[in-house]
């Protein structure tokens, strides 16, 4: 029997652990993870028009405009690497994202498999966004509580020259901004569970447990 390619959404508000899921679960089935906010924080490092348009949202918390998100998916989704499924992390985030990927997903014969809930709570979201830290280099992720960066400060990976002072906490992730990105998840994001409810895609995991448990949990409602 063949398998339509997976097109999983791991969906939840910042902080709830998409990233770090994200990753082992594109180990896992083989294919890309897709992490919008990583996409612009690189093209921001890089300077790009995206970039330097995509910076100021991010940096003061609130979203990038929906047609641009539109075009950036639109060009990922076309690599080759995509062809085979993919995971998306952070996007969509509004009711236009996700019909706009309906779409694009219609016009190369794909749709969305499951989307997968993280839940966490909001005061456990403040304390792992606020005590994340990261390496703008390599993107290795920190946190100064539970996996502080090694002493030196300078990442694993000697191979990409991480040094002590590209660990930083990003701009988006200091408190007076943690609580924004979170109001705008609950207004503008969150209304997404109903939409991919009503769909009958939606699957909620406990994402405060640890990461091999939610892990556990996420695979076994994609079976
Ligand atoms: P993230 O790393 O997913 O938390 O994204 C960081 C920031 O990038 C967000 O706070 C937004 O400013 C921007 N961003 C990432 N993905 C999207 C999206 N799908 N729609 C709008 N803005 C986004």
Do not use: W
């Not at 990233?19 to 690189?42: C, F, K, N, V, W």
């Not at 590209?166 to 705008?184: F, H, M, P």
């Amino acid at each position: 029997m063949t398998r339509n390619p997976l097109v999983l959404i791991l969906f939840g508000p910042p902080g709830c652990g998409k990233g770090t899921q994200g990753a082992r679960l594109a180990t896992h089935y083989d294919i890309p993870s897709i992490s919008t906010g990583d996409i612009l924080r690189q093209a921001a490092r890089e300077g790009t028009p995206l970039g330097e348009e995509a910076k100021g949202f991010m940096d003061a918390g609130k979203l990038v405009p929906d047609e641009v998100m539109l075009g950036l998916i639109g060009e990922r989704l076309k690599q080759k690497d995509a062809g085979k499924g993919f995971i998306l992390d952070g996007f969509p985030r509004t009711i236009v994202q996700a019909e706009g990927l309906a779409r694009v997903l219609d016009r190369g014969g794909f749709a969305v498999t499951r989307v997968v809930e993280l839940e966490v709570e909001r005061d456990l979201l403040v304390d792992r966004l606020t005590s994340r830290r990261v390496c703008s280099r390599c993107g290795a992720t920190f946190n100064v509580r539970t996996l502080p960066p090694p002493p030196e400060g300078a990442c694993a990976d000697e191979s990409v020259g991480c040094k002590g002072e590209d660990i930083v906490q990003r701009e988006d992730d200091k408190a007076e901004t943690v609580g924004k990105r979170l109001d705008v998840y609950a207004e503008s994001t969150a209304p997404l569970l109903t939409f991919y409810g009503d769909r009958g895609l939606l699957a909620s995991v406990d994402g405060s447990s640890s990461p091999d448990e939610v892990f556990r949990r996420i695979t076994a409602e994609i079976g």
